[in-house]
């Protein structure tokens, strides 16, 4: 638990202007929207179970007056990332691939990340997850997809040095 308390007290409150929760066409944006979330499919055993991790963030929403929280990549290159923080986008999401962010709002939770990582992204997130395919068509961007989630003025955190460079995805 103190892990979530730490990431929220850093939050640096982002407005998303027109917001308006629009219903994308065309490609699945819903959970689990990857082969092996189908029925019947078989559960890879990678597969980490993030229900529990996701709802205890959550619990931090209300008091941090924020919808939604970013979760940054963890590239490593960002040497200034503070101690700790590069394991928390595997954490939240199971998915430990070096490139991708999550998102969780108050009702959903997403993870963006690119071609090379797709199957490894649906053999680590669970089936509640909504796979962001990066650069293929009708993959919204971070902006684009909060745009259809929150209302004007609802608010995502994210760790103050983070935001810039995560809302350009
Ligand atoms: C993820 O974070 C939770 C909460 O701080 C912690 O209990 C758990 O051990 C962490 N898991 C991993 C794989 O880092
Ligand atoms: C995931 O964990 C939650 C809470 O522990 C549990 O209720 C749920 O059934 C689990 N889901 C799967 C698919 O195992």
């Given at each position: 638990?103190?892990?979530y308390?730490?990431?929220?007290?850093s939050?640096?409150?982002?407005?998303?202007a027109?917001?308006?929760?629009?219903?994308?066409?065309g490609?699945?944006?819903?959970?689990?929207?990857?082969?092996?979330?189908?029925?019947?499919?078989?559960?890879?055993?990678?597969?980490?179970?993030?229900?529990?991790?996701?709802?205890?963030?959550?619990?931090?929403?209300?008091?941090?007056?924020?919808?939604?929280?970013?979760?940054?990549?963890?590239?490593?290159?960002q040497?200034?990332y503070?101690s700790?923080?590069?394991?928390?986008?595997?954490?939240?999401?199971?998915?430990?691939?070096?490139?991708?962010?999550?998102v969780?709002t108050?009702?959903?939770?997403?993870?963006?990340?690119?071609?090379?990582?797709?199957l490894?992204?649906?053999?680590?997130?669970?089936?509640?997850?909504?796979?962001?395919?990066?650069r293929e068509t009708?993959v919204?961007?971070?902006?684009?997809?909060?745009?259809?989630?929150l209302?004007?003025?609802?608010?995502?955190?994210?760790?103050p040095?983070?935001?810039?460079?995560?809302?350009?995805?």
């Amino acid at each position: 638990m103190g892990t979530y308390i730490v990431w929220i007290s850093s939050v640096l409150a982002v407005a998303v202007a027109d917001g308006n929760r629009e219903k994308r066409q065309g490609l699945s944006l819903e959970p689990g929207n990857w082969p092996s979330c189908q029925s019947g499919a078989a559960r890879p055993y990678t597969r980490v179970n993030t229900t529990d991790r996701v709802a205890a963030l959550r619990t931090y929403f209300a008091s941090s007056r924020i919808q939604a929280y970013l979760v940054p990549s963890e590239d490593a290159h960002q040497s200034e990332y503070p101690s700790g923080y590069d394991k928390r986008r595997g954490n939240i999401s199971g998915f430990t691939g070096s490139a991708g962010f999550a998102v969780v709002t108050i009702d959903k939770q997403a993870l963006w990340t690119d071609g090379r990582y797709f199957l490894e992204a649906e053999d680590s997130l669970d089936c509640s997850w909504i796979l962001m395919r990066q650069r293929e068509t009708g993959v919204p961007t971070m902006v684009e997809w909060l745009k259809t989630q929150l209302l004007s003025g609802e608010k995502l955190g994210a760790s103050p040095f983070l935001v810039s460079s995560g809302i350009d995805h």
